[in-house]
């Protein structure tokens, strides 16, 4: 499946539950999506991260931080 398909049965999750889930607070959180780092979508004036998204974002980390 290529980067940019929809996987059907993602979980949509909101700002607030990304951040708690990174342990970041939403200011930070923000700039991360503005970097375009994390990828995210609207739902009309919602902005929504799926949860593949997320755990690639994670993922990214993991191997940015080995050597």
Not at 1 to 9: G, L, R
Not at 10 to 22: F, G, K, N, P, R
Not at 32 to 42: A, E, H, Q
């Amino acid at each position: 499946m290529s980067e940019n398909e929809y996987q059907p049965f993602d979980q949509l999750l909101t700002v607030s539950e990304t951040a708690q889930a990174l342990r970041l607070s939403r200011a930070t959180l923000y700039g991360i999506l503005s970097r375009g780092d994390l990828r995210s979508v609207y739902i009309g004036s919602r902005r929504l991260i799926r949860s593949s998204d997320l755990a690639a974002f994670i993922a990214n980390l993991s191997s940015e931080a080995q050597p």
